[in-house]
């Protein structure tokens, strides 16, 4: 299970989450693995067991006035109880005031305590947002991703079959470099699958013959892009004489990533083909199946069309000669 700590949250600066620390530095390592949060009202009425301590607690107005009306011995004692539960972190909104007392607990029990500036809602969506990107699963896989008219195809194959050589070649067709060799893949609700580049390899590609080629120099920052949606994997494999490789297109083969299904495609490689053209080709395919139409299933329908029209006619006409 993915996790994340309170101080990675905290030097977030992407977000947009505009968070302080008012309390609490020995807790910054504190983990959040949830990607909900919780408004811990019931928890502050009495209802301790409701609340759930890997869960990040946000303090608005509702439950900052809720302590407020409460004799300052009882409020103390609500926020103790709420504190030695470990909770992982306390985030107060719209930049209120702070009650000395939930300071103070906050920095005895070692419970990081934020602030933001940001309304309850809107701190809420953003955080919400963040935890859920950065707590789905993650993995890398060994290819290449390349940006194809707006489909991400993932290219596959083993090492020295030419996935690097295809991508520069789209690239010189016009577009775009996402990663090559190790792509760091990250699931995102509900089911789609991103790509990206690590850190130390974004932009760089490797071609044998030539070494480490830096693809955004060379070509300028329109032929890369940080990360994107992954639509089509093609697999490139070794062309084997005796091997059958689908000729028609009606199958619909499928690669399982982080349990979602993405179309495949498994192109075989031999001297005289253009790689390049044959990926790109797959991309444009795709595109027009994501659009509703299906040039393979559309020819069998016509095929089968012709043929029902030719057996008819065939059969009319045996039975007038029949007549005769």
């Avoid at 932009?203 to 060379?218: P, S």
């Avoid at 979602?260 to 444009?284: C, D, K, S």
Wanted: with cysteine.
């Amino acid at each position: 299970m993915s996790t994340l700590s309170i101080r990675e949250i905290l030097e977030e600066k992407e977000a947009g989450l505009q968070l302080e620390l008012l309390a609490g530095m020995g807790g910054l390592e504190n983990l959040v693995s949830q990607p909900r949060i919780q408004k811990p009202g019931l928890a502050l009425a009495g209802f301790i067991d409701s609340l759930h301590p890997d869960r990040i607690q946000v303090f608005g107005s509702t439950e900052l006035s809720f302590l407020a009306n409460m004799a300052t011995d009882e409020a103390q004692r609500r926020i103790r109880e709420l504190c030695q539960r470990r909770i992982c972190c306390l985030i107060v909104t719209k930049n209120q005031p702070v009650p000395e007392y939930l300071i103070q607990q906050a920095e005895i029990l070692d419970t990081p305590l934020l602030r933001t500036r940001l309304l309850s809602s809107d701190f809420i969506s953003l955080i919400t947002r963040f935890l859920e990107e950065r707590l789905l699963p993650t993995s890398t896989l060994h290819g290449v991703l390349v940006d194809v008219l707006g489909i991400g195809v993932l290219i596959q194959g083993k090492s020295g079959i030419g996935k690097s050589e295809c991508a520069l070649e789209l690239v010189l067709r016009g577009y775009r470099l996402v990663a090559d060799d190790i792509i760091r893949v990250r699931f995102k609700l509900p089911s789609v699958i991103f790509g990206e580049g690590m850190d130390l390899l974004h932009y760089h590609m490797e071609i044998r013959g030539l070494g480490i080629l830096n693809i955004k120099h060379l070509f300028g920052v329109s032929s890369i892009r940080e990360r994107k949606k992954i639509d089509l994997v093609v697999e490139l494999v070794k062309w084997e004489d005796e091997k059958d490789y689908d000729r028609h297109g009606l199958d619909e083969n499928t690669y399982q990533l982080h349990g979602v299904e993405l179309p495949f495609v498994r192109i075989p490689v031999a001297p005289g083909r253009n790689i390049g053209t044959i990926v790109e080709v797959a991309a444009r395919n795709q595109l027009l199946k994501e659009m509703g139409y299906h040039s393979a299933r559309e020819f069998q329908d016509l095929l089968e069309k012709r043929m029902a029209e030719a057996a008819h006619l065939h059969a009319h006409t045996i039975i007038g000669e029949n007549l005769e």
